[in-house]
């Protein structure tokens, strides 16, 4: 019991010190538990010993991931995709198998089977890394994005045939075809089956259980299908995987997928981690450092090779050499499911001892240098490309073209929700705009509808200045990405000192430090919704329209200083908040008691008096010779820290 308690506490302690310095440094919480595992397994300081049960426990980490995996199956999206996914992710698998296999035989001089599983783990790239990535990025949407995430999808579906291949690689030569077309078979009979016979089922139980409305059962029935129908397919002799892939299928398909993938989100990632660190336990970091040459070798063959067979094939779908390298660059790397392919082939005894290692500690790497990667392809990919200067000319000319003939119009950076509806008004009193955006889908329907919407990056001197930055009234900025928006700023206010500038925000964290950098009006959407809420609240309680409009007037007249505090619930206590709001109630031996607000001055702490409650009437303006009295209420904003200090002065007087 001591020595499983002491486990526990430890690998908690280790995994909030490593999974908080992976968010520091940008790297995904994968690589912190394999290191994890690396430090405590045998082959580290030997901290916990290998435990057959905590394997099992673990497996149940990919289980759910199988899960989630079923869940975001979705046949719209593959229709949608289909000539990317089946056709760009076909090939990238397909080719890095053969590839990988070929490789093992001529040069290794190794087994067909070792290098068909080696490939199956070096095919995967790392969706979180890569999403992460693209997304902070804003190219989720651009070509080489799209690409990307198509053949992201393509491994993710990849993964769940070769979950059943490799332990049946395992057979005798003789019967190993049989058994590869048997564990086939059954998995497709599983399938069919279950999607037949589960689908109207799924549907009816789930609608039955959200009657109850009872969170517990509703939590409980997602835990009984993802291990029932595991269990079902265990039993059937095939991999606890594929039932749990089913099950996240057939809920996909009912109105509850979101409500079930964040209920199984915390289960998921515990096991999963788990799960890692099992992994990184395996790692035999002497071996690697004494075989680093052979490490090395393998990460180049796995960078650059899977790297040079996505930007061929991307060439031979008739891609720029910019886009084939964009997308090359960011599937370069290995990914989590690479990890869960490569312990199974061990498990079956499939790899040695020295192939898993190498392999492993080669993934590793490059995991750990893909942020890096990804983060110049834009730079190394134009290099490669004859096309960069005329493609930008091109862009620069387009642009050039859709504000020639307009003056006095506004620019407006990114053409998504809150880009539309600020034309809309544009529109409504004739005001003339040029809008940039990277989406081509949205702009070919933008255009479509007769907007005035070009291609374009707003962070860009050129493209701005052939916007007509020098004969604009004003730009505004709708991106929720705060790196663009600031190199945005600093663009505009260096070719344009008396621009206008009008900047979306999502709250007001950052609103006094987008004013520094320049901008005119900063817009935080989540004070403005509370605004408006308040405003229909009154009017529906029979306040004059005109005078909910002046308290609203009044708050935004004062930059929002009324909302930018708040009281803090337990629901707040992972955000950052700028301001809080305390309300100290003074009790009859408080220091405060008996001494007027200008003798306490608490303004000396940091903090702000918004008002004083007594007798149930609430002062919002006290005077400062106004005396102190016990049961008296006194409304404080601040941060935490100068609240706290302010909190033991009034009532210790320290």
Not at 43 to 67: D, N, P, R, T, W
Not at 226 to 236: D, F, K, R
Not at 289 to 296: R, S
Not at 632 to 649: C, K, P, Q, R, Y
Request: glycine letters at 8%; aromatic letters at 6%; hydrophobic letters at 55%.
């Amino acid at each position: 019991m001591t020595d499983s308690l002491f486990s526990v506490v430890l690998l908690l302690s280790l995994a909030v010190l490593f999974v908080v310095v992976a968010k520091q440094l940008r790297l995904p919480s994968l690589l912190a538990y394999l290191a994890i595992g690396l430090i405590v397994g045998p082959y580290g300081f030997g901290l916990l010993a290998e435990s057959e049960e905590a394997s099992h426990f673990a497996e149940f980490g990919v289980v759910f991931l199988m899960f989630s995996i079923g869940l975001e199956f979705s046949l719209a999206r593959l229709k949608a995709m289909h000539r990317l996914v089946f056709g760009l992710g076909g090939a990238q698998v397909g080719v890095t198998l053969v590839g990988t296999t070929l490789v093992t035989i001529l040069y290794y001089g190794q087994d067909w089977r070792i290098g068909l599983a080696v490939g199956a783990a070096c095919a995967m790239s790392s969706t979180a890394i890569v999403s992460k990535l693209l997304s902070e990025r804003l190219e989720l949407h651009s070509q080489p994005g799209r690409q990307t995430m198509a053949v992201l999808l393509f491994q993710d579906l990849a993964v769940v045939p070769l979950l059943i291949i490799i332990p049946a690689l395992a057979a005798d030569a003789k019967g190993m075809a049989g058994a590869i077309s048997m564990a086939l078979g059954q998995a497709a009979l599983a399938l069919v089956a279950m999607i037949l016979v589960g689908q109207r089922l799924m549907r009816r139980w789930f609608d039955a259980v959200a009657r109850q409305k009872s969170p517990e059962l509703f939590m409980l029935s997602v835990l009984w299908i993802v291990i029932g129908l595991s269990a079902l397919t265990a039993w059937a002799g095939l991999s606890l995987a594929l039932g749990a892939f089913i099950g996240g299928m057939l809920i996909s398909e009912t109105l509850y997928r979101h409500q079930v993938e964040a209920d199984i989100r915390p289960f998921r990632d515990v096991l999963l981690g788990l799960f890692f660190v099992t992994i990184g336990m395996l790692l035999d970091l002497q071996f690697v450092l004494q075989n680093l040459p052979a490490v090395l070798l393998a990460l180049a063959l796995l960078v650059l090779a899977k790297g040079g067979i996505v930007f061929l094939i991307t060439l031979l779908m008739r891609n720029s050499p910019e886009v084939g390298a964009r997308t090359a660059i960011q599937l370069a790397q290995a990914g989590e499911f690479g990890f869960v392919l490569l312990e199974l082939a061990r498990d079956n005894k499939l790899l040695p001892t020295d192939v898993f290692q190498v392999t492993m500690a080669a993934m590793l790497l490059s995991m750990f240098i893909a942020p890096l990667l990804i983060g110049q392809a834009g730079r190394w990919s134009k290099h490669l490309s004859r096309q960069e200067w005329s493609d930008r000319t091109r862009m620069i000319h387009e642009v050039a073209v859709h504000a020639m003939g307009i003056e006095q119009h506004v620019i407006l950076c990114g053409f998504g929700r809150t880009g539309q509806s600020v034309a809309r008004f544009l529109d409504l009193e004739s005001i003339p705009f040029i809008a940039l955006d990277v989406d081509e889908a949205r702009i070919r329907q933008a255009v479509e509808a007769g907007e005035n919407v070009v291609y374009g990056n707003a962070d860009r001197r050129e493209i701005l200045k052939a916007a007509g930055l020098d004969r604009a009234r004003a730009l505004v900025v709708t991106y929720a990405d705060l790196p663009a928006t600031e190199k945005v700023l600093h663009l505009v206010r260096e070719l344009r000192p008396d621009m206008p500038i009008i900047v979306r925000a999502q709250d007001d964290l950052h609103l006094e430090h987008l004013k520094s950098l320049g901008a005119t009006e900063v817009i935080p959407e989540v004070l403005e919704g509370s605004l408006m809420l308040a405003a229909q609240t009154l009017t529906q309680l029979g306040v004059p329209v005109e005078r909910a409009l002046e308290q609203v007037r009044e708050v935004r007249a004062h930059r929002y200083t009324a909302l930018r505090a708040f009281y803090r619930g337990e629901s707040d206590r992972l955000q950052r908040i700028s301001q809080e709001k305390l309300a100290c109630v003074i009790e009859q031996q408080a220091y405060a008691v008996g001494r007027s607000l200008a003798e306490l001055d608490l303004g000396r702490f940091g903090v702000e008096l918004e008002a004083l409650r007594r007798h149930r009437v609430r002062d919002e303006a006290p005077l400062p010779e106004t005396v102190v009295q016990p049961e008296d209420v006194l409304i404080l904003v601040g941060t935490s820290e100068a609240l706290s200090a302010a909190m033991h002065f009034i009532l210790d007087g320290k």
